[in-house]
C-alpha cells in the first residue's frame, strides 16, 4: 500500500478513547491431552502492534483465539483494559479478526462485505443506512480502494481482498485487532506491501493488535513488541531491536540466527 495522505482527517474519528491494554495471566490450555499452552502470562500495552512469533506448533494461534474469544483456557484469566474477560463471548469481547484465507462472502460485493457485521447487528444497534455509507466509504479510503465498493471478491488480487478483510474487521468499531497470518498466503512483494499497510492503519486507528506470524522478518519489521514462542510457552518478549541484541534463550538465539 502507498503511504497514507489524504484521509488523515479520518484517523482521530478512528482512535478509540479507552485504553485497551491486554494482560495475560497465568493461562494455560489443553486440547486433550496436548498442551496447547503452558502457563504463560503476558502484559500488551494499549495501542501496542504485537507479534506473536514461533515454529508450526508453538501455540501462537491457540494464544490469539483465546484473546479472541474463540476458544476459552483450562486456567488463567485474561483481562482487557483492567476488567477480566475470561468469560466473555466473542460478540462482547469486540474483537475484529483477520485471517489468512480472506473468508470474504463471495456473493456479496466489496462494499456489502464491509458492511456486514453492522447491518447483521439487532435493529436498535445498527447504524442508520447514510452512516453505514459513510463509514464504509471512510474505511474503503482508509485501505486505498476507495473505488472498488462495486466489485465481487473474485475481481480482486489476494492482496486487495486481504485489504478489504482487514476493512470489514474494522467496520464493528473492535476494541482489537487479531490477525492470524494475516499475509501468509500471499506472495513476497504484495506481503511487504500489505506489511507497511496494516503499520499505517495500525498508526492511524490506535487499534492494540496481535497478530500471528511465523515470519521473522515480517515480525521484526512490523511489530512494536515480538513475543517469541516455542512448545506452548513464551521465550522471549521485547522490542525486534532487543531479541536481535540480546535473546533470552538459547531458542531464541538459534531461531533468530535462521
Ligand atoms: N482444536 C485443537 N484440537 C487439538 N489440538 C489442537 C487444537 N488446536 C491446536 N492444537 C494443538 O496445539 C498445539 C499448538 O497449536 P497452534 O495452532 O496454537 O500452534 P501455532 O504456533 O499457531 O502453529 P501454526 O504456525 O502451525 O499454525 C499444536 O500441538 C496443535 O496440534
Given at each position: 500500500m502507498a503511504p497514507c495522505g489524504t484521509a488523515g482527517g479520518h484517523a482521530t474519528s478512528l482512535r478509540k478513547d479507552r485504553p485497551m491494554n491486554i494482560e495475560i495471566e497465568e493461562l494455560a490450555k489443553e486440547f486433550g491431552t496436548t498442551r496447547a499452552l503452558h502457563p504463560v502470562s503476558l502484559s500488551i500495552p494499549s495501542g501496542a502492534l504485537v507479534a506473536l512469533l514461533?515454529?508450526?506448533?508453538?501455540?501462537k494461534t491457540t494464544l490469539l483465539r483465546v484473546l479472541g474469544g474463540l476458544e476459552f483456557p483450562t486456567s488463567g484469566r485474561v483481562l482487557f483494559g483492567g476488567l477480566d474477560a475470561t468469560g466473555l463471548s466473542v460478540q462482547d469481547r469486540r474483537a475484529g479478526f483477520v485471517f489468512q484465507s480472506y473468508a470474504l462472502f463471495r456473493h456479496m460485493t466489496v462494499f456489502e462485505n464491509i458492511a456486514y457485521g453492522l447491518r447483521a447487528r439487532p435493529r436498535r444497534e445498527r447504524p442508520a443506512e447514510a452512516e453505514i455509507v459513510r463509514r464504509v466509504n471512510r474505511l474503503l479510503e482508509l485501505i486505498q480502494l476507495p473505488e472498488i465498493g462495486g466489485r465481487y471478491p473474485n475481481q480482486l488480487s489476494g492482496g486487495q481482498r486481504q485489504r478489504v478483510a482487514l476493512a470489514r474487521a474494522l467496520a464493528i468499531e473492535p476494541r482489537m485487532l487479531l490477525l492470524d497470518e494475516?499475509?501468509?498466503?500471499?506472495d513476497a512483494k504484495v506481503r511487504k506491501e500489505l506489511r507497511q499497510g496494516l503499520r499505517e492503519i495500525h498508526d492511524r486507528t490506535g487499534l492494540t493488535t496481535v497478530f500471528v506470524t511465523h515470519d521473522q522478518e515480517e515480525a521484526m519489521e512490523l511489530a512494536d513488541l515480538v513475543v517469541i514462542m516455542s512448545m506452548g510457552r513464551i521465550e522471549q518478549v521485547g522490542k525486534p531491536t532487543e531479541i536481535r541484541a540480546r535473546p533470552a534463550t538459547d531458542f531464541v538465539r538459534d531461531f533468530t540466527a535462521a
Open positions: 514461533g515454529p508450526s506448533g508453538s501455540g494475516p499475509f501468509g498466503a500471499l
